[in-house]
């Protein structure tokens, strides 16, 4: 789901400006420099280079308009992935990665760096950009870009349900994981959910359960509920936002779980 709102004039995510929404017309007589398509994203998009501009539109859109911006370097013009092009000098964005309030921004990306998107099944994916390495974010919404804090691009890895590592820490999402080392690290999954582990402490989203005994942890009511006979965690939030919090024993009694 994607929360757009739109007027004559703009498109809108999240309250950010992200397009000019009216397009522009492209005299198909033009001279085309070169074409970019990409299905990389779920949206699949056609892209013109008409001399320094590029134009382009979205599968989702049912008129013909095209959107466009200036590109500064046009013969170096090439397409990265997520949406992203790049030129010998910055970077450009054709609305699937947002920049919204926390984020980075495109202008930190290092257009001449080694850049590499790593699509993974089990988030929005990451972006390699020299040394650093990003994390694509969404909040079902369009992915804004979060660097990870100390991670290694040379070693860096995903792996799986969102996880991913380099060769000194594991992260979820744009975070490290707290305590967790990549050769101890490993998935615990049950009938409707998935954990990481280490030999001490159980992992909900990167989040540790603390208190619970690994090797005696058992999985309740469709694992909505954690416990190792002492320390008891429950499922909460709604159907699409749940994290895990800690609780008593007695609260099995009036526990419903979510959705």
Known sequence: MIFFATTSESEWNFGKLISNAEGTAINENSVVDRTFKTDDIFWKVEMRLVGNTLHWKHDYESDSKYKSIDISEPDTLEYVGFGLLRDSSRFYSIGYITELEGGAKLSQLNPTATTIPI???GTDGYLVNGSDVYALVTEMSLPWLVRIQGADSATFNALEHGYSSDLGGVYFGGKIVAGA????????????LVFG?????LYFKGKPLTGLNVKNVQFLRDSTVVTDGNVYYYLKGNCH???????TEAELETYKGVC
């Open 241 to 247: 936002f749940t994290d895990f919090e800690l609780g």
């Open 197 to 201: 582990k280490t030999s001490q402490t």
């Open 181 to 192: 080392k990549p050769d101890e690290f490993s998935f615990l999954p049950t009938n409707q």
């Open 119 to 121: 699509k993974d099944p």
